[in-house]
C-alpha cells in the first residue's frame, strides 16, 4: 500500500528521476573537453595548469608525482571514486576547501558525469 501511494505521489507531482543509462565513451570523451584546457589523458598526458588524469578514478588525491598541488588537496586524503569525483567536479571548494581548482562548466548533469567516468576509466595508470 505505501509502495502504490508513494508511486501515485510521484506521478502527480512529475518528479520520476530515471537512473543515467551506463556512461559512453565517445560522449565521456566529448564532455572531457571542458577538463581539457587543465588536463590531459592518454599516453602522452602530461601536467599543465591541472595533473594528468590517467588513472585517476581510485588514486588518492594530491599524490601525483611531477605535479605542484595546493596544500588542500595533499592533506585532504581523498580516494577518487565517482561519488568523490562528481562531488569535487560540482563544488570543489565544498569538497577541498582551498583548493586550486576553479571550474564553473556544465559537467552537473549524472549523464555527463557517467559518461565523463566512462571515458577517463579507459586511461589506466602508467606503469
Not at 601536467?47 to 588537496?73: C, D, V, W
Request: with cysteine.
Amino acid at each position: 500500500m505505501k509502495v502504490c501511494i508513494l508511486l501515485l505521489a510521484t506521478l502527480a507531482t512529475g518528479v520520476v528521476h530515471a537512473a543515467p543509462r551506463a556512461g559512453d565513451v565517445t560522449a565521456g570523451k566529448a564532455a572531457f573537453a571542458a577538463c581539457a584546457s587543465c588536463h590531459q589523458v592518454g599516453p602522452a598526458a602530461r601536467h599543465g595548469f591541472g595533473p594528468q588524469l590517467n588513472g585517476l578514478l581510485s588514486r588518492r588525491a594530491g599524490t601525483e608525482p611531477g605535479f605542484r598541488y595546493s596544500p588542500a588537496m595533499r592533506r585532504s586524503e581523498i580516494i577518487w571514486s565517482e561519488k568523490t569525483l562528481a562531488a569535487y567536479i560540482r563544488r570543489p571548494d565544498d569538497v577541498v576547501p582551498g583548493t586550486s581548482m576553479r571550474f564553473n562548466g556544465w559537467l552537473y548533469g549524472e549523464q555527463k558525469l557517467a559518461d565523463l567516468f566512462a571515458y577517463l576509466r579507459t586511461f589506466p595508470p602508467a606503469d
